[in-house]
């Protein structure tokens, strides 16, 4: 995600403001799906290999230790902070005036969430995805490449993160250790809206979205305490999430 609003950075610095952000979405969106797919696929795959308790802690340190090589050559590479001052004419509707570049940002982003959950539920890729995250072995004995799925579902996500970055560097500046509080506050919506559910997801982003706004009106600085809190308060209350199904002992 950050590699992807950094991207988008560059090319506005280089165009001098001409560069329209949305249409990175077309460029972007292909070359980290790309990016994605190699990663998994040489750093990831043959650690599937290696004994259990290796399997277990190796995937996550591989992925860690990339992702701070990234954040600190980026550190070094651009200013503190780094944004795009651009925008859309705004949009007046019923007597309130509201920014086009948010609103234009909310359609696309619910689009993307309409055609994922479409892609997922409908197509056998979809399908052979959920198959694979759900039993693996299982999916394997059906006949699917669960090496090939499981390198086009950790590509798909990086994409999906590179679409979040252009979104996001639209709307505010960022740096390049936003990932942390990032992944943090999508950690709370994910569970808060239920595990596998998209729709879950897309109403927990909502409500976080909403408590944060609501804080903040108080004390900017508790905005990222809100995603730890709903977080702990989802997991005492109702651990599955608003969407999820709870899981049945055998």
């Known amino acids: ?85 651009y925008s859309l004419p705004p949009t007046k509707l019923m007597g309130l005036t509201l920014s086009t570049t948010r609103l234009a940002s909310l359609v696309l982003v619910s689009a993307v969430a309409v055609g994922l959950h479409l892609f997922l539920r409908k197509t056998y890729m979809g399908k052979a995805i959920r198959a694979t995250i759900q039993d693996r072995e299982g999916a394997l004995t059906m006949g699917i490449n669960v090496d090939r799925i499981s390198s086009i579902t950790f590509a798909l996500g990086v994409a999906l993160a590179a679409a979040a970055g252009v979104f996001l560097i639209m ?14 506050k999508a950690v709370a919506i994910v569970i808060l809206g239920g595990m596998g559910s998209i729709l879950g997801s897309l109403i927990g982003a909502l409500i976080l979205g909403i408590s944060e706004v609501f804080v903040s009106f108080f004390n900017p600085a508790w905005s990222f305490t809100v995603a730890w809190a709903v977080l ?15 899981a049945e002992r055998i």
């Open 1 to 85: 995600m950050m590699v992807s609003s950094l991207a988008v950075y560059l090319l506005f610095q280089l165009t001098g403001g001409a560069f329209n952000p949305f249409s990175a979405l077309a460029l972007l969106i292909p070359m980290l799906f790309a990016a994605g797919y190699l990663f998994e696929r040489y750093l990831i795959k043959p650690l599937r290999n290696k004994p259990v308790d290796v399997i277990e802690w190796a995937p996550l340190l591989v992925t860690l230790g990339v992702a701070l090589i990234i954040e600190d050559l980026a550190f070094i590479t651009v200013p503190r902070e780094f944004g795009v001052s």
């Open 171 to 184: 709307i505010r500046s960022v740096d390049a250790y936003v990932g942390l509080p990032i992944t943090a």
């Open 232 to 246: 702990i308060i989802i997991l005492l209350v109702r651990p599955q999430g608003l969407f999820g199904k709870r």
